[in-house]
Structure formats: structure tokens, C-alpha cells
């Protein structure tokens, strides 16, 4: 069974950091684009940034240019958000996703994982 | 890197169709054909329904599909069942991002 399993949300200070993880299974993880969406709470789901296949191009929204860097390790089947200057506004539900072939489309999403920052 | 516009709510009876717009601009909707439609029920991920303006991944019901004109794209529920009741978010492509809609709650009467 295809599945995605994201960990590390939980209460931080603003400016502080967090390391999310996303680990995968039943498919071979090395030969897909994934992605990271988030959604704030009772908002619409926000596109935060993707990895090419072998990581060897990331592209993110303005909003987190600087402070967020995604990465993975194909050979652990993970997916990793790195988190830092950490605002209230990056309070949301952080999930992994998995891209289709093609552009802009996310066949399989994990469950999320809570991110709230607040002093 | 704005959300694309999809109206706050829509509602419909059993057995009706109803049809949820969404607008973008001509640099995501208008530009590309990689518009896609999630449906997500409270305390759940998104789930994909639609991808590529008019296509269904596997398991999903013929009930529901996909089109586009210019810069507005449209999904479609047919024969509406109490389980469609959700909430529902476009998402396009938009040259090396993506957006989505900001999302519309379907009520079934």
C-alpha cells in the first residue's frame, strides 16, 4: 500500500526552527517529485515548495524563500522540511505529498503534522 | 502568487448537479492545462479528484468532472450523493509553483 508519514510538528517559538520529516512506502520514492502543502487553520491548503526526483532542483513559495529548504535522502525513502525564522503565519498543518507525472497535480498526501508557532 | 478565486459556498439536493467555478489568471489557469480539484472532508487530507483540467485518477466516480475556459475552470458534481459533502480546493500550475483556490464547502440539502 502506497503511504506517506509525516513527523517533528509541534509548539516553537517565533525565530525558531523545526525539521519536519516525511517517510514513504510502497512505491519507489526515488522516481517521484514530492512536494510540502500546508494549511493554515480554516484556511485553503498553501503550495509551500517541491524536490525534483534527485534532488537536484527545489523550488519554493516567495514566503518562505530564505527561511524553508526541502531536501531528501532517496536511500531512507524521505522527504525533510527544514524550518527557521519560524513567524506565527507558518502555523498550519504540514503535509507531504507526492506529485503526478506532469505539473501541479498530488496523487497521495499523508496525514500532516501540526506546526504552531507562538510564544 | 495569489490564490486563485472559487466562490465560498454552493449547495445542492440529492440527485442534483452542482458546479463549482474557479478563477485564475493568465499566468496559471489561462496559461497551463494542469488544473486540478481536491476534495477534503474535516480533519482529512486532501483527497485528488481531478488533474489535468478533465482527468479522474482511478477510483474516483465518472460523477465528477472537470473543465475550463480561459482563465476559469469549473468542476462539475453530477447525481449529488450526502458523501460529497466536503470541501473542495482547485489548485494550478503556475510555472515552476503551484496555487490553489482558497476553497468552496459543498452542503447537500
Known amino acids: 500500500e502506497v503511504h506517506l508519514g509525516e513527523s517533528g510538528g509541534g509548539l516553537v517559538q517565533p525565530g525558531g526552527s523545526l525539521r519536519l520529516s516525511c517517510v514513504a512506502s510502497?512505491?519507489?520514492?526515488?522516481?517521484?517529485?514530492m512536494t510540502w502543502v500546508r494549511q493554515a487553520p480554516g484556511k485553503g491548503p498553501e503550495w509551500v515548495g517541491n524536490i525534483k526526483e534527485d534532488g537536484s532542483a527545489k523550488y519554493y513559495v516567495d514566503s518562505v524563500k530564505g527561511r524553508f529548504t526541502i531536501s531528501r535522502d532517496n536511500a531512507k525513502n524521505s522527504l525533510y522540511l527544514q524550518m527557521t525564522d519560524l513567524r506565527a503565519e507558518d502555523t498550519a498543518v504540514y503535509y507531504c505529498a507526492r506529485d503526478l507525472p506532469g505539473y501541479g497535480a498530488y496523487g497521495v498526501w499523508g496525514q500532516g503534522t501540526l506546526v504552531t508557532v507562538s510564544s | 502568487q495569489s490564490a486563485l478565486t472559487q466562490p465560498r459556498s454552493v449547495s445542492g439536493s440529492p440527485g442534483q448537479s452542482v458546479t463549482i467555478s474557479c478563477t485564475g489568471t493568465?499566468?496559471?489557469?489561462?496559461?497551463?492545462?494542469?488544473v486540478s480539484w481536491y476534495q477534503q472532508h474535516p480533519g482529512k487530507a486532501p483527497k485528488l479528484m481531478i488533474y489535468?483540467?478533465?482527468k479522474r485518477p482511478s477510483g474516483v466516480p465518472d460523477r465528477f468532472s472537470g473543465s475550463k475556459s480561459g482563465t476559469t475552470a469549473s468542476l462539475t458534481i453530477s447525481g449529488l450523493r450526502a458523501e460529497d459533502e466536503a470541501d473542495y480546493y482547485c489548485?494550478?500550475?503556475?510555472?515552476?509553483?503551484?496555487?490553489f483556490g482558497g476553497g468552496t464547502t459543498l452542503t447537500v440539502l
Open positions: 510502497g512505491f519507489t520514492f526515488s522516481a517521484h517529485w
Open positions: 489535468e483540467v478533465t
Open positions: 489548485c494550478s500550475y503556475a510555472g515552476r509553483h503551484t496555487v
Open positions: 493568465s499566468s496559471d489557469v489561462g496559461h497551463y492545462n494542469y
